[in-house]
């Protein structure tokens, strides 16, 4: 497809679990964010990546809490050890260039958490 | 650092009436201004941007936006509603001028429209 991709859809786990999230970017985007949006809340960033630059993990809320990008790919976010405050939508976006750039970022419809 | 408010939680229009989404924004700079739209169970879609230029920006949708300087505002606009228009609306800023590079999301806007 063209746009962003992220698998799954819905994640139901329980409490102490470790999940993986999933994110297909659109093709040639060089940039790539996560973000956590809690029910009746905005987005909160939590890691982005640019080309072979070393990631901007600066919103990661806890060392729960990881990412990884291959390349201008695929990227994973990692959440052990799963608590009941992880539940929520988590969104993935990609752009043509980082964040010095004009472009919008372009969101997939995101992976929605739920921690029994 | 950059901030977005938007003071309105929910806004009600009757279809064919004008929308409008109100945000107002905190920069030390110049800013990125942004509008994205959300449909339940769906990520967010790009609506408008504002870079430079004319203060009246136009996007998809048929939806505007004017920004204001002075009054640090950058509301969203529609000059007649349709009932499809309902859904979560968000304002984003960045600060161009600062290393301060993340986008900073408001807390959302859920538009009604009534038929």
């Known amino acids: 497809g063209a746009g962003v991709s992220q698998s799954p859809s819905n994640k139901v786990t329980e409490k102490g679990k470790d999940v993986e999230l999933r994110c297909d970017p659109i093709s040639g985007h060089t940039a790539l964010y996560w973000y956590r949006q809690r029910l009746g809340q905005g987005l909160e960033f939590l890691i982005y990546f640019q080309g072979n630059s070393a990631p901007d993990k600066s919103g990661l809320p806890s060392d729960r809490f990881s990412a990884e990008r291959t390349g201008e790919s695929v990227s994973t976010l990692t959440i052990q050890r799963t608590q009941q405050e992880d539940s929520a939508v988590y969104l993935c976006?990609?752009?043509?260039?980082?964040?010095?750039?004009?472009?919008?970022?372009?969101f997939g419809d995101g992976t929605r958490l739920s921690i029994l | 650092a950059q901030s977005v408010a938007q003071p309105e939680d929910q806004v009600n229009v009757a279809e064919g009436n004008p929308l409008t989404v109100k945000c107002t924004y905190s920069v030390s700079g110049n800013p990125y201004l942004f509008w994205y739209v959300q449909y339940p169970n769906r990520g967010l879609q790009f609506l408008l941007k504002?870079?430079?230029?004319?203060?009246l920006v136009k996007g998809s949708y048929g939806f505007e936006a004017e920004f204001n300087k002075s009054q640090t505002s950058f509301h969203l606009k529609k000059p007649s509603a349709l009932v499809s228009d309902s859904a979560l609306y968000f304002c984003?800023?960045?600060?161009?001028?600062?290393?301060?590079?993340?986008?900073?999301f408001g807390a959302g806007t859920t538009v009604t429209v009534r038929a």
């Open positions: 504002y870079i430079t230029g004319d203060n």
């Open positions: 984003a800023v960045r600060d161009m001028d600062t290393n301060d590079y993340k986008l900073s």
């Open positions: 976006a990609s752009s043509l260039q980082g964040w010095g750039s004009r472009q919008p970022q372009h």
